[in-house]
DNA sequence: CTCCTATATATAACAAGTTATATATCAACT
DNA sequence: AGTTGATATATAACTTGTTATATATAGGAG
């Protein structure tokens, strides 16, 4: 449900391919909603097939040719609908397999799992790094598309992106001392 | 394959029904991984037809019967070849519906989106109180499974539980500031 | 001159997750 | 007497998400 309405969001501002969307979804969406090209294509083909979407092809020259999708009226509709109905519970299930490794770490020795943490900070800062540098890029379309009034919440999701992050640093570093503390501890 | 190799763990430290397996899952296992009851079951008979797990039934009393499941020599060989294979990106996907909301809540009143943050704060408080509480769980888990040594890691997931909807409880009371501020601005 | 990357769309096969439903018993509440 | 909730297992139908693959062209790196 929520890649359909993320995508009729996005439409709702300009048309685009499918090609474009998973672009839009790389560079900016990340914080909060990931997807897969091949699935950005299958829900544009469920959405024009339930006519929230139309497509008009566009030729170009030495490439393929470009199927550019449009929100509907009836799409159009269909987004406030969903906008204006939030669900009882906002909170998301949350399903990180790195934590399942981590739940069950006495089975490898404490080096190992201090090293995948050490990984996993670093993966962590990097984002971080990349979360800094999406408030250009929010500047950037709100000018492209000049929607002013938007960036305001562009940059709650943004925030809450570089909290999460944050937060995600500081445990995996708490973590690795705590592990070589009780490393010392087993010295002794 | 999170979730069977998560099953897999939890069985490897005690026999249990799918039932059980639930219970777990949403008593302690809740702040890294959500499990519907019907997609455990057929986890459970994916496992079962691998090899990884057997099962005996075990008769009740007015009740219908209990078909325990245990983990067998080939599930535990699987169990730890997955927990020395870490895969490359270690951050996990994030899919927030939220965040689509928040993302577009231009086309609504800005009272309208204080109203739901204000949802998700309680939301949040909620389970960070919940999360406060699984402190005993672990250490009753820890005592009753006479497992000593794995009470260091699960603390560790819960930490990183509670670090996040502690961010989680912040940031939605910073959007609530950042909108009533923004709606002051425009009485003015 | 070949390989890689970017542009561009799309499908097949599979894996994972959700929702609804069926069955059955017992205890507690109304 | 009837409903609700907990105990207990399971399947069907559906939706969503991942991985692999096919096709086709242009430009740049090596």
Redesign the pocket.
């Known amino acids: ?4 309405h993320g995508i009729l969001g996005l439409l709702s501002y300009k048309s685009m ?4 969307l998973n672009k839009v979804f790389n560079e900016s969406i990340n914080h909060f909603w ?6 950005i ?2 829900v ?2 469920n959405l024009e097939d339930k006519g929230y979407v139309s497509s008009q092809v566009e030729h ?1 020259e ?7 999708y449009s929100i509907t009226d009836e799409g159009k509709k269909e987004f406030r609908n969903w906008m204006n109905d939030n669900p009882e519970q906002l909170l998301s ?1 949350i ?1 990180d397999e790195f934590m399942i490794r981590i739940f069950f770490s006495s089975l490898l020795p404490k080096e190992e799992t201090i090293f995948q943490l050490e990984r996993y900070n670093k993966q962590a800062q990097e984002l971080l790094k990349h979360c800094h540098s999406e408030d250009q890029v929010i500047d950037k379309y709100a000018e492209e598309l000049s929607l002013p009034n938007d960036k305001l919440y562009w940059r709650l999701t943004l925030k809450k992106g570089k909290m999460i992050t944050e937060a995600l640093v500081r445990w995996s570093e708490e973590c690795i001392e705590e592990l070589k503390q009780a490393q010392k501890e087993h010295q002794k």
Chains 1, 2 share one sequence.
């Open positions: 449900m929520s890649l359909q391919s499918g090609y474009d990931s997807a897969q090209l091949s699935q294509y299958r544009l083909g170009q030495g490439r393929p040719d470009k199927k550019i299930p399903r």
